[in-house]
């Protein structure tokens, strides 16, 4: 808390009227605090000072008792979005004030509207004060950037930008002051050039800062996902209240379909929870009492009462909100291409133009002093060109649009030159690898019966189960047109299965500890369950009366070209690695299936995440491929998070490049195209700075001693315009690439 303002805390532990005097006065106690009351029956404390909110739950704490902000996650994505807003809107405002300046002066002097120095002192005066103007309020931080790299004995985009444009106006203003002290070849101002360089490089920043989107659309993807309000029991009434309001140790009541609103446990009731966002399975779990439940997570079916045990930045959904802003934060710095050559070019220009001026001011014609600044400021001027700034971002805009032709969107261009690099790809398992959604993959009979049969009966008794295995069951049924049968007496024994009678003959399906509970014979069927047990599927047993009928398998089936995309993968000296939170057996059964090298399960959210660090601490560059909200960290902290675009939005807003074909061979489209984008911007570079290494020379007047000549305005814009021809015409041959073995 920077200034003074209100916050409120929901308090735990409380039990009459003294704990009330008790949390006052540890409250009262914290050095900051104006103002402080506690409400026994809302069990809510607000306080009002100068004093961080950390430092209040403390107090609380070391008083005896519990205590959470009350402040909900909308509200602070707000506060953060604000802050982008605000940071983008500077960017826009300073480039207009410097296009404002610059367009018209170069207008003008493309048109021959100006009037020549030596004849209107006074108006170029006052159009270099005003470029001076712009310079300060749009230009200051590149300046400021570069004196920082200056104070580090380094050299970046910064330092070109601050050099060339300051240097321009110094030589400007310089000449406009003194016009007679140059040659008239020399005599022109380069104002406009300082303005509008200027003002192009802060549109741009403040359109790659909205493309990024603002501090990430992910963030508020997962915010979504926390209910607006909840249905609390107070005084024997449910009544609905916000979010904010919902305080620790708070009964809450969940209906089916409905998301939980904050942490807890359950207390009275029991159903089934989808927990995909926090697991990443299809599969959803079952719940009962002293179950603990997730913020955020679906009631699939049934209605329970639970105990609020954490709200606010303490919930589950705020801490993988937490771990994608600081992965995000904490991504590595790339090494820009531009930035490098910058290190060395920079300074060689600074030594180059400290020989011209020593060259022309020793041993050249008089006025001596004259020549040696008009080339040494030449020399610096040329060192800017416009074809460096255009040798990357032309390159990435050809790339990016390749990569949309093989269905592969990518947010950046950084993650474009960096996924040329990769050396590691870590996969998902659950619907990147595989499908995501469990099917009927196999029906075992325990004869030569019908199988088709053997599944409507099964068909038929399950379709009174809420189960994820018996929907899968009955909708393999329900695909091949299979009659269902009149059942009676249905019972649903928790963590077995189900029991019916059906055509006077009893119906068993479920687990193998089901069949021993009840003495069924399942003669070789028992061995044909551990068979599909170790490929990965989930065996469900039946039987007819008290003989084993037939084994049922449900899976998540292996996408039918994850193999193949796993081999090219290979091809290209990758390595690749499964990280999943589902079973050991089963992820080792579909690792072996698609060829994949190393298999890490049963992980959480936050332990995928430090499983991306730990390799990267490795010495490795890492990408990750997911499509749950659960992926969303790790996707945030890999080197490249790849998103496959039929996963959630937030996984998708999270990454860097989305897969819209859902296939993992865009994972190596992307690379290919990558790598072959990364040759072109190298390529570009060096012909940028060809222009340059033939223009300097020619600034610091080599030719003047044979030919009489100085580089003059007209040379040096010919010369920039041709490096920039040439950057932008190699940059199109990027869009006849094709890469080997991807499909658009």
Known sequence: MAETQTVRLSLGGMSCAGCVAAVEKALQSVPGVEQASVSFAEHTAQITGTVEIDTLIRAVVDAGYEAAQMKSLDDEQAERDERERIASRKLIKQAAVAAVVGFPLMIGDMAGWL???????????????????????????????????????????????????????????????????????????????????????????????????????????????????????????????PILDVGLDETLRVRPGERIPVDGVIIDGHSYVDESMISGEPLPVGKREGDEVIGGTINSSGTFLYQAKRIGKDTVLARIIEMVRTAQASKPAIGRLVDKVAGVFVPTVMIIAVITFLAWFNFGPAP????????????????????????????????????????????NGEALQQAGRLDTIVLDKTGTVTEGKPQLTDVVPFQSTDGDNL???????????????????????????????????????????????????SVRLGTLKLMEEHGVFLGHLQQEGERLAAEGKTPIY??????????????????????????????????????????????????????????????????????????????????????????????????????????????????????????LHGVADAIAISRATVRNIKQNLFGAFIYNSLGIPVAAGVLYPFM????????????????????????????????KGGEK
């Open 455 to 505: 599944l409507a009966i099964a068909a038929t008794v399950e379709a009174g189960s809420e189960h994820p295995l018996a929907q899968a069951i009955v909708a393999a049924a329900d695909a091949k047109g299979l009659e269902r049968l009149e059942v009676k007496d249905f019972q649903a024994i928790s963590g077995r299965g189900v029991v019916a009678t059906m055509n006077q003959q």
């Open 368 to 411: 001596a002093l004259s020549f040696a600044i008009v080339t040494t400021m030449t020399v610096l001027i040329i060192a800017c060109p416009c074809a460096l700034g255009l040798a990357t971002p032309i390159s990435i805009m050809v790339g990016v649009g390749k990569a949309a032709e093989y269905g592969i969107l990518i947010r």
């Open 542 to 663: 039946m039987a007819l009366n008290e003989a084993g009928a037939a084994v049922l398998a449900v899976a998540d089936p292996v996408k039918r070209d994850s193999a193949a995309a796993v081999a090219r993968l290979h091809d290209e000296g990758l390595t690749v690695v499964m990280l999943t939170g589902d079973h050991k057996t089963t992820a080792e059964a579909v690792a072996r299936e698609v060829g994949i090298d190393a298999v890490i399960a049963e992980v959480l959210p936050e332990e995928k995440d430090q499983h991306i660090e730990r390799l990267q601490g490795q010495g490795r560059r890492v990408a990750m491929v997911g499509d749950g909200i659960n992926d969303a960290p790790a996707l945030a902290r890999a080197d490249v998070g790849f998103a496959i675009g039929t996963g959630t939005d937030v996984a998708i807003e999270s990454a860097d490049i989305t897969l819209m074909r859902g296939s």
């Open 115 to 241: 009037p020549p120095l030596a004849e209107a002192q006074g108006a170029w005066i006052g159009i270099g004060l005003l470029t001076l103007a712009a310079m300060v309020y749009a230009g200051r931080h590149f300046f400021v950037g570069a004196w920082k790299q200056f104070k580090h004995h380094n050299a970046n985009m910064d330092t070109l930008i601050a050099m060339g444009t300051g240097s321009a106006w110094l030589y400007s203003m310089a000449i406009t002051l003194f016009p007679d002290s140059v040659p008239t070849l020399a005599q022109h101002a380069y104002f406009e050039a300082a303005a509008i360089i200027i003002a192009l490089i802060n549109f741009g920043s403040a359109l790659e800062m909205r493309a990024r989107g603002k501090t990430s659309e992910a963030i508020k993807r997962l915010v979504g996902l926390q209910p607006k309000t909840a249905r609390v029991v107070r005084d024997g009434r449910e009544v609905d209240i």
């Open 708 to 739: 009489g000549l100085l580089l003059n305005p007209m040379i040096a814009g010919a010369a920039m315009a041709l490096s920039s021809f040439t950057v932008v015409s190699n940059a199109n041959r990027l869009r006849f690439f094709k890469a």
